[in-house]
């Protein structure tokens, strides 16, 4: 069973941790926590650096962004502590936060402790072993797609976060401030990114409510239990969460369901097991999104071609990192042709019609 568990592995060069300062700050700010540090770091993830610390007998995760990127809200480790002790009022699947230091001469940025919530994380090639037959796959997919629901169904204004965003005029603004951000990222000419963008900030919606925002779910921010797998022990990654129209939410993780009838470049670029026998289509994950938390997802074509643009600048925002040689992860220097296929897939959808790619 251990074997299946998500593991760290040696820090990636470049992304070292100078841990006799930390330990130094752990004296003082957590003296629970002090002792001499062992690191190891998380190796999937594409935006904040994620780190393992043994500290005796006791394993915490350390946050922190990546070298190289400016203070934008998705890298403000304040803005995430907050939200997830804020959230753990409410939810309790989400990993206990433990300290926050502001102080950047600790380790050159801003980061926060959290409690490790050990679990099988699921990937595109899930974990050598694991039995993941038909009926499993189903059940993983429904219990996604509802626990999707119960987020934006938490009292966010019991849990303080009221003022975590905007909601009014949420969608407008979003689509604004990717397309800046893909601006500000560009480095080739996709003209389907371009075209994603004009059709976005033309088609906007009425807006479906207000609630809290996960902003980034799908399979590999999720810690499964192994003995009973389709159950979830914790959703992590809060650093986008955010108030706003949750269909925005539902949006970017359709954008992240690749499908088995998918183009074999999307395929290629999937983030879960999605593409396995037994899995929910996209137009299945929304039916039953409709029928757990009663919206209306008439206009879901919208919020479909949004999660699969926003997606696309995430992915140049990072190979523009790589480019500009902030990062050396060798894993995005193949992410120019990721960003085409999504752009692809966002110009079909918006070619078949109103539901955008979503059918019915």
């Known amino acids: 069973m251990a074997d299946l568990l998500d593991q760290a592995q040696v820090v990636r060069p470049g992304e070292e941790l100078d841990t ?49 990127v400016g203070k934008g809200s998705a890298h403000d480790m304040g803005r995430e502590y907050r939200t997830l002790a804020g959230v753990a009022q409410v939810y309790p699947l989400v990993p206990r936060p433990l300290v926050y230091c502001a102080d950047e001469t600790v380790l050159g940025a801003p980061f926060y402790l959290m409690e490790r919530v050990p679990g099988v994380i699921l990937r595109a090639r899930p974990p050598a072993g694991l039995d993941l037959p038909p009926p499993t796959v189903r059940r ?13 169904a938490l009292d966010y204004e019991a849990a303080g976060l009221g003022d975590l965003g905007h909601p009014a005029g949420y969608v407008g603004r979003q689509v604004m401030g990717w397309t800046a951000r893909y601006t500000r990222a560009r480095t080739d000419d996709i003209p389907e990114i371009e075209q994603a963008a004009g059709w976005l900030a033309a088609h906007i919606p009425p807006e479906a409510g207000a609630t809290l925002l996960h902003n980034d779910y799908k399979y590999d921010n999720l810690v499964l239990d192994p003995a009973a797998l389709p159950r979830i022990r914790a959703v992590l990654d809060w650093e986008m969460a955010t108030i706003g129209d949750p269909l925005m939410d539902l949006g970017t993780t359709l954008g992240y369901w690749v499908q088995a009838d998918d183009p074999p470049e999307l395929r290629a670029m999937r983030f879960g097991p999605t593409t396995l026998p037994g ?7 929304v039916q039953r999104y409709a029928q757990t938390s009663g919206r209306d997802v008439s206009s879901i074509g919208f919020y479909y071609v949004y999660g699969l643009f926003k997606i696309a600048v995430i992915a140049q925002q990072i190979y523009a990192r790589y480019r500009q040689g902030y990062t050396q992860d060798a894993r995005f220097a193949g992410l120019r042709p990721a960003i085409q296929a999504l752009g692809r897939t966002a110009a079909q ?12």
């Open 20 to 68: 006799v300062r930390l330990a130094a700050y752990l004296a003082t700010a957590a003296p629970d926590l002090a002792g001499p540090i062992q690191v190891e770091q998380f190796p999937q993830g594409y935006s904040n650096l994620t780190y393992l610390l043994r500290l005796g007998g006791r394993e915490v995760v350390l946050r922190r962004p990546p070298f190289g």
């Open 140 to 152: 993983l997919a429904e219990a996604t797609i509802d626990n999707l629901a119960a987020i934006h």
């Open 279 to 285: 899995n929910l289509t996209r137009a299945e994950l």
């Open 349 to 360: 959808a918006i070619a078949s019609g109103r539901r955008a790619g979503v059918d019915d």
